[in-house]
């Protein structure tokens, strides 16, 4: 198994929630959070007053996937996130040694 992290940009949640629904990955979390990266931030102007803007706006997917798919949903998400600008975001993929359903006690692939 394997959890695979992807930060992505706000407005490309849908697309990639539709993408991996139409390949059949029901289960994640998101989580809304700030970060920058090579973009560093940005200024902005407020009531006349400039000020930089260095954490980002960014959304956080979770899933925890058999390790035959993790390929599969990479590129499906990569497809569906990429705008082709600065701050399309990261995705991180780490091991899983267990995963256990509280309701009913399935372990390992079972419990995904």
Not at 23 to 48: F, N
Not at 59 to 73: G, M, N, P, T, Y
Not at 75 to 92: E, L, M, P, V
């Amino acid at each position: 198994m394997k959890k695979i992290e992807a930060i992505i940009q706000p407005f490309k949640l849908e697309d990639v929630k539709e993408a991996l629904k139409a390949i059949g990955v029901d289960g994640m979390t998101i989580t809304e959070v700030r970060g920058h990266g090579r973009q560093k931030g940005h200024k902005e102007v407020y009531r006349g007053q400039e000020y930089q803007v260095d954490l980002l706006p960014k959304v956080k997917l979770e899933l925890i996937v058999d390790s035959a798919r993790v390929e599969e949903i990479l590129q499906t998400i990569c497809k569906a996130a990429r705008s082709g600008k600065i701050g399309d975001g990261k995705i991180f993929v780490l091991p899983v040694e267990e995963a256990i359903r509280i309701r009913n006690d399935d372990r390992g692939e079972a419990a995904l």
